[in-house]
């Protein structure tokens, strides 16, 4: 058996990220400051390191990065970056469709439970989230061709999960927790649209602004 080290040595590796929702033990692990010293003493034999993303330390997800930057860690990071990037529109629409069916102000954050029963009811009910729903299951993405939102909903949730945005903790429930894998996704799109200035957090607090006019 592997030691708690070993352990998260393994799974940043493998590209897992690493989160209190996913691995609390390998969360609590990493929080020590001499713990991930080690862990990234180790990982820098392999130009690897440990890296970290989120709103404060208390909600930290770690992950493992390159150190330096050859042409073949380019063309690793190149080819993650554009299949990020062509996730995108799906992955915002989505996050979107979550925020409006539960009537929340705030997006959708690591540890936040998504009942999908719940979720299915409201869209149901709820015309243009239906529509929402099928464009957004038809995506390449998500890859449906069912007419149903029952169909579609599970299977975007089923994907999400392949993806490691969301986990299922107990199968015999449809209760699923979103992971600390979004917030690196949140990275992602404020790194774009700052290169890009594309200004996407003003346009979004001026559409909210317009809506409660």
């Given at each position: ?12 590796l493998q590209g897992a990220f690493i989160c209190r929702t996913t691995d609390e033990d390998g969360w609590r692990f990493l929080m020590t400051p001499g713990n991930r010293e080690e862990v990234d003493a180790y990982l820098s034999q392999l130009n690897r390191q440990v890296a970290t ?161």
């Open positions: 058996m592997l030691s708690i080290k070993g352990h998260v040595i393994a799974r940043l993303v989120g709103a404060s330390a208390d909600s930290e997800v770690f992950f493992c990065g390159y150190r330096q930057f050859d042409d073949d860690e380019r063309k690793v990071i190149s080819q993650q970056f554009r299949d990020i990037c062509q996730a995108l529109t799906p992955m915002a629409e989505w996050l979107v469709l979550v925020q409006e069916a539960a009537a929340q102000d705030a997006p959708l954050t690591e540890g936040a439970p998504l009942r999908l029963n719940e979720l299915q009811t409201v869209i149901e009910d709820t015309p243009a989230l239906r529509e929402q729903l099928a464009r957004i299951s038809h995506y390449r993405l998500f890859g449906s061709t069912s007419p149903t939102t029952d169909t579609q909903l599970k299977l975007v949730f089923k994907r999400l999960c392949e993806l490691g945005y969301l986990i299922r903790p107990n199968p015999d429930k449809q209760i699923y927790l979103a992971t600390g894998k979004l917030d690196y996704l949140y990275e992602v799109i404020r790194f774009i649209d700052e290169a890009e200035g594309l200004g996407l957090e003003a346009q979004a607090e001026l559409a909210s602004q317009g809506q409660l006019l």
